[in-house]
């Protein structure tokens, strides 16, 4: 069994690492020949210290030898890459792979969900493909470092679903199937959202107080959004909802969580994304949350909120008050 990761981010390289150790014939795709060439070199990734790459992974930048032969792909890009690096990967794809989506965004100009986004490109090349949504509490330093969670494999079709279960069994990694494969990537794309405004409050000093009821209220309103959406209720209280939601929002681990600490500290957008070094995804999916937001007819009071400070350089200080401010209502 050949299994390919497109994207040699930490968590690319992470998810490749444990499916090396299983015994798996792995290959980590990079679109950068220096970076695979580096991998390859050094069996360490700047960004997982301590955490060694067997020997026995292939690093390539080559799309054709990465998709050739593969049973499964594993699409671990940043989430604004996706369509690009699916087009890439579509005329090599052969019909028995499995596509798994493993980042967490929706596409803004289409509202689209990834594993629509690498579909939809695949079929530009008459293919039919299944494509799986990989996610939940799973920060790719400590799965690098082999420490035990679980995670959700998501898709209609429960033997594709089942398949990739089977994948990670016998991993760190604790898989779950789950038909809701939209409920699972809206839950992965929002929370990272509602991580930034924790991050912001944390920023400015408030509490553990605080943090919980932004959390508790963060995920009401991604499970208000989600149902409007035809999405599985029982989606937003498992381990894509509420469990990626705190992992997201409190872990030293979040790029977004430390993102909206920063900005909650005073530096703008930009200075703080600079400082974290890596991809934030909140960012990215901000723009689809607020239209998703207005297409459903929804208020999402925190998600607005991060809109006000990051799109109209709002005061965090003074959205605050105005949050708090809000008329009454019931729970």
């Known amino acids: 069994m050949k299994i390919t990761v497109a994207g040699?981010?930490?968590w690319g390289t992470a998810l490749g690492r444990i499916l090396a150790l299983k015994g798996l014939d792995v290959c980590i795709w990079s679109r950068f020949r220096e970076e695979a060439d580096r991998l390859s070199a050094t069996r360490t990734h700047p960004n997982l210290p301590g955490s060694v790459i067997p020997e026995t992974?292939?690093?390539?930048?080559?799309?054709?030898?990465?998709?050739?032969?593969?049973?499964?792909?594993?699409?671990?890009?940043?989430?604004?890459?996706?369509?690009?690096?699916s087009k890439d990967f579509a005329p090599y794809i052969e019909d028995r792979?499995?596509?798994?989506s493993a980042a967490k965004g929706i596409e803004s100009s289409t509202?689209?969900?990834?594993?629509?986004?690498?579909?939809?490109?695949?079929?530009?090349?008459?293919?039919?493909?299944?494509?799986?949504a990989l996610s939940g509490p799973t920060h790719a330093e400590e799965v690098a470092r082999d420490l035990p969670t679980l995670i959700v494999c998501a898709c209609e079709d429960l033997d594709a679903a089942g398949k990739v279960q089977q994948l990670f069994d016998g991993t760190c990694i604790r898989?779950?199937?789950?038909?809701?494969?939209k409920g699972v990537q809206i839950c992965g794309a929002l929370k990272n959202v509602e991580a930034l405004a924790v991050g912001i409050a944390r920023g400015l000093g408030y509490g553990d107080n605080t943090c919980a009821a932004m959390i508790t209220r963060g995920m009401e309103e991604i499970r208000r959004l989600g149902l409007a959406m035809g999405c599985r209720e029982k989606t937003f209280f498992g381990l894509a909802g509420i469990g990626d939601?705190?992992?997201?929002?409190?872990?030293?681990?979040?790029?977004?969580?430390?993102?909206?600490?920063?900005?909650?500290?005073?530096?703008?957008?930009?200075?703080?994304?600079r400082e974290i070094g890596m991809v934030v995804e909140g960012m990215n999916a901000l723009p689809a949350a607020v239209e998703l937001c207005d297409k459903f007819g929804m208020d999402m009071p925190l998600i607005s909120a991060v809109r006000a400070v990051v799109?109209?350089?709002?005061?965090?200080s003074d959205v605050v008050r105005e949050l708090m401010g809000r008329s009454l209502k019931m729970e």
Do not use: W
Request: charged share 20%; with cysteine.
């Open 111 to 132: 509202l689209m969900t990834l594993t629509e986004v690498i579909c939809e490109e695949l079929k530009k090349e008459g293919k039919a493909n299944t494509a799986v």
């Open 97 to 100: 792979t499995i596509l798994i």
């Open 175 to 181: 898989p779950y199937v789950n038909p809701d494969a």
């Open 245 to 273: 939601l705190i992992v997201t929002a409190t872990s030293r681990h979040s790029r977004n969580n430390r993102a909206g600490f920063l900005i909650g500290q005073g530096k703008t957008v930009d200075e703080a994304i």
């Open 57 to 85: 992974i292939l690093f390539t930048s080559d799309t054709e030898t990465a998709a050739s032969g593969a049973d499964f792909l594993i699409m671990a890009v940043p989430s604004v890459y996706t369509r690009e690096t």
């Open 311 to 316: 799109c109209e350089n709002a005061q965090p």
């Open 8 to 10: 040699a981010g930490t």
